[in-house]
Each structure stands twice: as structure tokens, then as C-alpha cells.
């Protein structure tokens, strides 16, 4: 009897034993101590494709062909531009020729822009329609919407048709003559703005070509 007694208290203190070390796992629990928690089944696995990178190739890429040279008798590129043809000057514009023509070209068109002016970029001369026949402009262009040989003139940042001359309010500024090769005639009418040539031109261009001029007063 003395043995199954013995078996008994045996078996009740396991069992106490067992209950307290569960209540005092679930308080810890409780207490956010620890979680119980059971193990996450796997995320499945995904194979995605290979990635190619392509580089981007611009519009000016793919359009422009080279043998177009732009200059000027007035001055060479990255030299100073006279005062005849600034503000502070005569304000005409300068002499400006090219070579280098293709035979699928049907006009040209010249744009120039300060590229250091304050508020960005500010156009000072928009032409366009030159005939494909030309290689020259004279000096002094008039400021009239349309030319004797049919060249369009477009309005410049200050609003005015044809040239308007360097006239920078401080430090040297970066004057560019870009001159378009292209296979069209732009249907524009006179006082077109820059943005409005760009346009136009796309898709048309053969060829290009910069001339920089530098301006300071003083």
C-alpha cells in the first residue's frame, strides 16, 4: 500500500510541477515578455525575369547627320562678339555664314539664345525659312517679319521681331548662333516663337551646327 501511495504523490507533484511552469509561460506571455507562436510556413519562392537595360537614345541623335560648319566674319567661336552688335552698340546683327550643305535640304533655320541669362535661357534671334540656295546672312538683317528672299523672322525674348543684340546686366555671357539643316519648309507665320520653331523642326532636321560668341558691358 506504503508503494502506491508513494506512486501517487509522485505523480500529483509532476503534474503541479507541469501546471506551474505553464502558468508562469502564459503570464510571461501575457506580460509581453515573449510570444508563443508557431513557426511561418515558407514564402514561396518567385523567379522574375532578367532585367535588360537599354540605353535611351535621344530625338537629336537619331535626327542630326554631320558636315554642317557655322561661322562668322565678325568673330570666332568662343571669342568676344563686338559691341556694333550689342545693346550697348549698334544693335545689328552680325554676318553669319555656313557650309556644308545637303542636297535634301529645303531651308535653314537660326536660333540664338543667351545661355547665361538669369532666368534661363533667352532667345535674342528667330529666323527660319532661309532658303536652301543661301549660305549667308549679311549684316544687319532688318527687323521685319518676312525678307526680300522669303527667310521668316520670329518674335525674340523681348518680344520683337528679328535681332535683338547681347545685353547681358552682369558678367560674361555665352551668346549661341544654332543653325538648322532641313528637309522642309515650316508652316509658321512671322513673330513664331522659339519654342514654336523647335516644334516644327522636329523630325525635319539634317543637319546642325554652333557658333558661341561671348558678351560682357564695359
Not at 47 to 75: C, D, H, K, N
Not at 129 to 139: G, T, V
Not at 180 to 186: F, G, I, S
Given at each position: 500500500?506504503k508503494?502506491?501511495?508513494?506512486?501517487?504523490?509522485?505523480?500529483?507533484?509532476?503534474?503541479?510541477?507541469?501546471?506551474?511552469?505553464?502558468v508562469?509561460?502564459?503570464?510571461?506571455?501575457?506580460?509581453?515578455?515573449?510570444?508563443?507562436?508557431?513557426?511561418?510556413?515558407?514564402?514561396?519562392?518567385t523567379?522574375?525575369?532578367?532585367?535588360?537595360?537599354?540605353?535611351?537614345?535621344?530625338?537629336?541623335?537619331?535626327?542630326?547627320?554631320?558636315?554642317?560648319?557655322?561661322?562668322?566674319?565678325?568673330?570666332?567661336?568662343?571669342?568676344?562678339?563686338?559691341?556694333?552688335?550689342?545693346c550697348?552698340?549698334?544693335?545689328?546683327?552680325?554676318?553669319?555664314?555656313?557650309?556644308?550643305?545637303?542636297?535634301?535640304?529645303?531651308?535653314?533655320?537660326?536660333?540664338?539664345?543667351?545661355?547665361?541669362?538669369?532666368?534661363?535661357?533667352?532667345?535674342?534671334?528667330?529666323?527660319?525659312?532661309?532658303?536652301?540656295?543661301?549660305?549667308?546672312?549679311?549684316?544687319?538683317?532688318?527687323?521685319?517679319g518676312?525678307?526680300?528672299?522669303?527667310?521668316?523672322?520670329?518674335?525674340?525674348?523681348f518680344?520683337?521681331?528679328?535681332?535683338?543684340?547681347?545685353?547681358?546686366?552682369?558678367?560674361?555671357?555665352?551668346?549661341?548662333?544654332?543653325?538648322?539643316?532641313?528637309?522642309?519648309?515650316?508652316?509658321?507665320?512671322?513673330?513664331?516663337?522659339?519654342?514654336?520653331?523647335?516644334?516644327?523642326?522636329?523630325g525635319?532636321?539634317?543637319?546642325?551646327?554652333?557658333?558661341t560668341?561671348?558678351?560682357?558691358?564695359?
Amino acid at each position: 500500500m506504503k508503494n502506491v501511495h508513494e506512486e501517487k504523490r509522485g505523480e500529483r507533484r509532476r503534474f503541479l510541477k507541469y501546471a506551474a511552469s505553464a502558468v508562469v509561460v502564459a503570464a510571461a506571455a501575457a506580460g509581453g515578455y515573449y510570444a508563443l507562436t508557431t513557426p511561418a510556413a515558407p514564402a514561396p519562392t518567385t523567379t522574375l525575369p532578367p532585367i535588360t537595360l537599354t540605353p535611351r537614345i535621344s530625338e537629336r541623335t537619331t535626327e542630326v547627320r554631320v558636315g554642317l560648319m557655322v561661322t562668322s566674319q565678325a568673330f570666332k567661336s568662343g571669342e568676344p562678339i563686338p559691341s556694333k552688335y550689342a545693346c550697348d552698340g549698334e544693335d545689328v546683327s552680325p554676318p553669319i555664314s555656313w557650309s556644308g550643305p545637303h542636297e535634301q535640304i529645303r531651308s535653314y533655320a537660326l536660333i540664338v539664345d543667351d545661355l547665361d541669362a538669369p532666368m534661363g535661357a533667352f532667345t535674342h534671334w528667330v529666323i527660319f525659312n532661309i532658303p536652301a540656295a543661301d549660305s549667308s546672312l549679311q549684316e544687319g538683317v532688318p527687323t521685319v517679319g518676312t525678307l526680300s528672299d522669303g527667310a521668316i523672322q520670329g518674335r525674340n525674348g523681348f518680344g520683337k521681331i528679328g535681332y535683338a543684340g547681347p545685353c547681358p546686366p552682369s558678367g560674361t555671357h555665352r551668346y549661341v548662333f544654332h543653325l538648322y539643316a532641313l528637309d522642309t519648309l515650316l508652316s509658321l507665320q512671322a513673330g513664331a516663337s522659339q519654342g514654336d520653331v523647335l516644334e516644327a523642326m522636329k523630325g525635319h532636321i539634317l543637319a546642325d551646327a554652333e557658333l558661341t560668341g561671348l558678351y560682357s558691358k564695359g
